[in-house]
Protein backbone atom coordinates (compact mmCIF):
# COMPACT_ATOMS: atom_id res chain seq x y z
CA UNK A 1 0.00 0.00 0.00
CA UNK A 2 2.83 2.53 0.86
CA UNK A 3 4.16 1.70 -2.85
CA UNK A 4 0.78 2.72 -3.76
CA UNK A 5 1.06 5.94 -1.92
CA UNK A 6 4.70 7.12 -2.89
CA UNK A 7 3.51 6.47 -6.98
CA UNK A 8 0.41 8.99 -6.61
CA UNK A 9 2.46 11.57 -4.99
CA UNK A 10 5.60 11.13 -7.25
CA UNK A 11 2.86 11.38 -10.01
CA UNK A 12 0.70 14.01 -8.49
CA UNK A 13 3.77 16.05 -7.92
CA UNK A 14 5.66 15.77 -11.56
CA UNK A 15 1.89 17.04 -13.28
CA UNK A 16 1.59 19.99 -10.44
CA UNK A 17 5.67 20.63 -11.35
CA UNK A 18 4.18 20.45 -15.51
CA UNK A 19 1.52 22.83 -14.51
CA UNK A 20 3.44 25.39 -12.73
CA UNK A 21 5.68 25.79 -15.23
CA UNK A 22 5.78 28.90 -18.06
CA UNK A 23 5.29 27.65 -21.87
CA UNK A 24 5.98 29.75 -24.51
CA UNK A 25 2.92 30.16 -26.34
CA UNK A 26 3.07 31.37 -29.93
CA UNK A 27 -0.28 32.53 -32.04
CA UNK A 28 -1.05 30.68 -34.90
CA UNK A 29 -1.11 32.99 -37.24
CA UNK A 30 2.76 34.33 -36.37
CA UNK A 31 4.95 34.71 -39.44
CA UNK A 32 2.66 34.03 -42.02
CA UNK A 33 3.93 37.80 -43.26
CA UNK A 34 7.42 36.27 -43.59
CA UNK A 35 6.59 32.43 -44.91
CA UNK A 36 4.81 33.74 -48.16
CA UNK A 37 6.14 31.87 -51.52
CA UNK A 38 4.85 31.98 -55.22
CA UNK A 39 1.78 30.19 -56.11
CA UNK A 40 0.25 30.67 -52.43
CA UNK A 41 -3.32 32.29 -52.94
CA UNK A 42 -4.25 34.29 -49.93
CA UNK A 43 -7.58 36.23 -48.68
CA UNK A 44 -6.72 39.41 -47.90
CA UNK A 45 -8.93 42.47 -46.97
CA UNK A 46 -12.07 40.44 -48.47
CA UNK A 47 -10.18 39.44 -51.71
CA UNK A 48 -8.51 36.43 -53.27
CA UNK A 49 -4.76 37.28 -54.08
CA UNK A 50 -1.96 35.00 -55.41
CA UNK A 51 1.78 35.55 -54.62
CA UNK A 52 3.45 35.63 -58.18
CA UNK A 53 6.75 36.57 -56.79
CA UNK A 54 8.59 37.16 -53.57
CA UNK A 55 11.82 39.83 -53.22
CA UNK A 56 13.63 40.08 -50.09
CA UNK A 57 15.57 42.92 -49.68
CA UNK A 58 18.20 43.69 -46.87
CA UNK A 59 20.68 45.89 -45.00
CA UNK A 60 21.98 46.17 -41.91
CA UNK A 61 19.10 48.82 -40.29
CA UNK A 62 16.27 46.59 -41.37
CA UNK A 63 14.87 43.50 -43.94
CA UNK A 64 12.11 43.88 -46.34
CA UNK A 65 10.08 41.99 -47.97
CA UNK A 66 7.87 42.38 -51.50
CA UNK A 67 5.20 39.88 -52.59
CA UNK A 68 3.79 40.66 -56.01
CA UNK A 69 0.48 40.19 -55.91
CA UNK A 70 -2.40 39.36 -58.39
CA UNK A 71 -6.19 39.81 -57.87
CA UNK A 72 -9.03 39.99 -60.20
CA UNK A 73 -8.71 43.93 -60.53
CA UNK A 74 -5.12 43.59 -61.42
CA UNK A 75 -1.55 43.55 -59.45
CA UNK A 76 -1.10 44.87 -56.14
CA UNK A 77 2.27 44.99 -53.77
CA UNK A 78 2.55 43.72 -50.34
CA UNK A 79 5.60 45.35 -48.26
CA UNK A 80 6.50 43.88 -45.02
CA UNK A 81 9.36 45.59 -43.23
CA UNK A 82 10.88 44.19 -39.85
CA UNK A 83 13.59 46.31 -37.62
CA UNK A 84 14.48 43.45 -35.98
CA UNK A 85 13.93 39.56 -34.45
CA UNK A 86 12.08 40.88 -31.80
CA UNK A 87 9.85 42.80 -33.45
CA UNK A 88 6.92 41.49 -35.13
CA UNK A 89 6.24 41.54 -38.97
CA UNK A 90 4.11 44.54 -40.33
CA UNK A 91 2.75 44.98 -43.79
CA UNK A 92 1.61 47.61 -45.98
CA UNK A 93 -0.50 47.38 -49.23
CA UNK A 94 -2.02 50.17 -51.28
CA UNK A 95 -5.66 49.94 -52.24
CA UNK A 96 -6.29 52.50 -54.55
CA UNK A 97 -4.74 56.20 -52.96
CA UNK A 98 -4.60 55.12 -49.38
CA UNK A 99 -2.29 52.33 -47.93
CA UNK A 100 -3.52 49.84 -45.40
CA UNK A 101 -1.01 48.14 -42.70
CA UNK A 102 -1.54 44.51 -42.87
CA UNK A 103 -0.48 42.08 -39.59
CA UNK A 104 -0.32 38.35 -39.99
CA UNK A 105 -3.80 37.66 -38.57
CA UNK A 106 -5.09 39.51 -41.56
CA UNK A 107 -4.19 36.94 -43.62
CA UNK A 108 -6.15 33.39 -44.43
CA UNK A 109 -4.31 31.40 -46.56
CA UNK A 110 -6.67 29.32 -48.94
CA UNK A 111 -4.98 25.97 -50.38
CA UNK A 112 -5.55 25.11 -54.09
CA UNK A 113 -8.14 22.07 -53.66
CA UNK A 114 -10.41 24.68 -52.04
CA UNK A 115 -10.34 27.01 -55.17
CA UNK A 116 -13.48 26.55 -57.81
CA UNK A 117 -12.70 27.18 -61.53
CA UNK A 118 -15.27 30.34 -61.21
CA UNK A 119 -13.18 32.99 -61.31
CA UNK A 120 -14.30 35.24 -57.93
CA UNK A 121 -15.03 32.48 -55.58
CA UNK A 122 -14.67 30.31 -52.99
CA UNK A 123 -16.42 27.11 -52.44
CA UNK A 124 -19.58 28.23 -54.64
CA UNK A 125 -18.87 31.34 -52.57
CA UNK A 126 -19.15 34.68 -54.00
CA UNK A 127 -15.84 36.85 -53.00
CA UNK A 128 -17.07 40.66 -53.47
Known amino acids: MR ?10 QLAMSWYDVDRIRIAPTT ?5 L ?4 SL ?11 R ?18 G ?5 I ?3 DSDRDPAIGEISIDDRTVAVFDSDICLVHPESLSTTPGSL ?3 TIP
Not at 3 to 12: G, H, M, P, S, Y
Not at 37 to 40: L, V
Not at 43 to 53: A, D, I
Open 3 to 12: ILKDIFRATK
Open 31 to 35: GRLLL
Open 37 to 40: KSGD
Open 43 to 53: LLLNELYTVQK
Open 55 to 72: IVESNNSNNRLTYQLTFS
Open 74 to 78: GKRQL
Open 80 to 82: VMR
Open 123 to 125: NGL
